[in-house]
């Protein structure tokens, strides 16, 4: 990494460079994005004292799952099995699991219940963030029987709020 920036650094003397980090697997810019507009904070944010706290290290989900501190898991639109290490996504697969995705993935396999949605930008309309933050309308192009995850959290929220 420090030989990247520094190489960065260095051709700044002749013209204009940027590094930017790969972001994982398709909208995870605009899962950091969102959050950040939302809370001033990009990831480990912590609400359970009624406002967002932010400590990477103590509130992320690896962090949390590690030290086994949650109690049951909502995943949406991500595959933590396959990207977590294992010590996390043991106590994953022992508490209660609800997985929200278009996909089937090793995380839906280990889950209580798997809710299906649309796929954004294909059954459903959405917006999604390129790796350099550019948001992008997405248009619906084909019909799902399944709702849009915005649609099917509209509904749980809904639900518990009641």
Not at 23 to 33: D, E, I, L, P
Not at 66 to 93: M, Y
Not at 96 to 120: E, F, G, H, R
Request: net charge negative; glycine share 6%; proline share 7%.
């Amino acid at each position: 990494m420090d030989a990247a920036l520094r190489l960065v650094r260095d051709l700044n003397d002749y013209t204009k460079f940027s590094i930017t980090p790969m972001r994982g697997h398709y909208n995870v810019t605009g899962a950091g994005s969102t959050m950040a507009w939302v809370t001033g904070y990009p990831f480990a944010v912590n609400f359970s004292q009624g406002y967002p706290v932010h400590n990477p290290g103590e509130f992320s989900a690896v962090d949390v799952l590690a030290r086994k501190e949650c109690d049951a898991a909502l995943i949406i639109a991500s595959d933590p099995v396959a990207n977590f290490p294992a010590e996390t996504w043991k106590h994953l697969a022992a508490i209660p699991t609800i997985v929200i995705d278009p996909k089937v993935n090793l995380t839906s396999k280990i889950a209580n219940v798997c809710i299906p949605v649309a796929t954004a930008g294909i059954e459903a309309e959405g917006t999604a963030y390129r790796m350099d933050g550019v948001p992008l309308r997405l248009k619906k192009v084909a019909d799902s029987p399944w709702l849009s995850d915005a649609d099917v959290l509209s509904q749980l929220i809904e639900k518990v709020m009641a």
